[in-house]
């Protein structure tokens, strides 16, 4: 069974930086694609980013395009979301995501119904 964890929330200014890291267990890392989601208080959770599984190919939401920057490590079984220039509309539970489908389209990515394995979530507030 895959299991993912999250770590490294916490507590920052606007315009600071965090990285979130998510690891991997269960099943052969490689395999899977994986995503980040982040859930604000009394909304939906939201599409952030995904990244491929040779980790060549990422797609982000707009609002954070040149501010994060997913990456994973295969030989770690970990993927990371590097944040930059944090705002307080970036306050959230962020969440990564895991499936290993062979087909999917980029609109799929970007579906929670896509993802059959979900972390905990880690609490990311950006204080103004």
């Known amino acids: 069974q895959v299991q993912l964890v999250e770590s490294g929330g916490g507590l920052v200014q606007t315009g600071g930086s965090l990285r979130l890291s998510c690891e991997f267990s269960g099943r052969t890392f490689s395999l899977y694609t994986v995503a980040w989601f982040r859930q604000a208080p009394g909304e939906e959770r939201k599409f952030v980013g995904v990244?491929?599984?040779?980790?060549?190919?990422?797609r982000y939401e707009d609002a954070v395009k040149g501010r994060f920057t997913i990456s994973r490590d295969n030989s770690k079984n970990t993927i990371y979301l590097q944040m930059h220039g944090l705002k307080p509309e970036d306050t959230a539970v962020y969440y990564c995501?895991?499936?290993?489908?062979?087909?999917?389209?980029?609109?799929?990515?970007?579906?929670?119904?896509?993802?059959?394995?979900w972390g905990q979530g880690t609490q990311v507030t950006v204080s103004s």
């Open positions: 990244i491929g599984r040779s980790g060549l190919v990422t």
């Open positions: 995501a895991a499936h290993d489908r062979t087909q999917f389209t980029d609109e799929e990515s970007s579906f929670r119904r896509t993802y059959g394995f």
